[in-house]
């Protein structure tokens, strides 16, 4: 069965400083990985996507990702945190089925 | 740009009581599936619907819910007779194709049952 987790709960960080989310994930084979973001009241909106290929991709709003397989991870990273960043970010894996299966989250929180 | 909207956004019910969720996915679309977040826990799968029939569903997708298209537009989530623990964030999400292509969400209907 497939998992994801994110270790961390919550994090802060103050703008302008970098940014890393962990996510490890547990499937079989090649998964197919996502990063969703989710703003207070808000729905899920998709930062980036890693299918096959490149394994550093690039997303919105200035994310990016890298695929380890060796580590079972696709952590999140942002070299510049702005204010506007604070939400929950889900990673989430697919299999060979339609459905996402997230992780807990991690809630980011920026100090200016 | 086209999203996917979801009505209502909170929804206060008795416990017992039906409700019927609704949504409207992305008009190109062909893949439609429902999540729930309780309060403070992750988003979890419910469902997937293809074709006018259900491709997949979780063990909480139990004989209290049900999903419907019941039209070219709509897509219904129905609980039949709510608990407590259904308390909820419900969101909808819709898909051009199946496996594993983006999935988009809707800003989510927030189920309260008392």
């Known amino acids: 069965a497939q998992s994801v987790t994110q270790p961390d709960i919550h994090i802060t960080v103050s703008e302008g400083a970098s940014l890393e989310l962990r996510c490890n994930y547990s499937?079989?084979?090649?998964?197919?990985l996502f990063w969703y973001v989710q703003s207070p009241g808000q729905g899920l909106q998709l930062l980036l996507k890693?299918?096959?290929?490149?394994?550093l991709v690039q997303g919105i709003k200035g994310f990016e990702a890298e695929f380890k397989r060796s580590q079972s991870s696709f952590n999140l990273r942002k070299p510049s945190v702005h204010w506007s960043d604070a939400a929950e970010y889900f990673c989430a894996v697919a299999g060979t089925a339609s459905k996402l299966t997230f992780g807990t989250g991690t809630r980011l929180q920026v100090t200016l | 740009e086209p999203e996917v909207t979801q009505t209502p956004s909170h929804q206060v019910t008795q416990m017992g009581q039906e409700v019927i969720l609704r949504c409207v996915p992305i008009s190109n679309h062909l893949y439609f599936y429902w999540y729930r977040q309780i309060l403070g826990q992750k988003v979890e799968f419910l469902v997937s619907?293809?074709?006018?029939?259900?491709?997949?569903k979780s063990e909480i997708f139990d004989d209290q819910f049900s999903v419907e298209r019941p039209d070219g537009s709509n897509f219904t989530l129905k609980i039949r007779s709510t608990k407590l623990e259904d308390s909820a964030m419900y969101f909808c999400a819709s898909s051009v194709l199946g496996l594993s292509d983006t999935q988009y969400f809707g800003p989510g209907t927030r189920l309260t049952v008392l």
């Open positions: 890693y299918f096959s290929g490149d394994t």
């Open positions: 499937y079989g084979a090649t998964p197919y």
């Open positions: 619907f293809y074709n006018n029939e259900i491709s997949e």
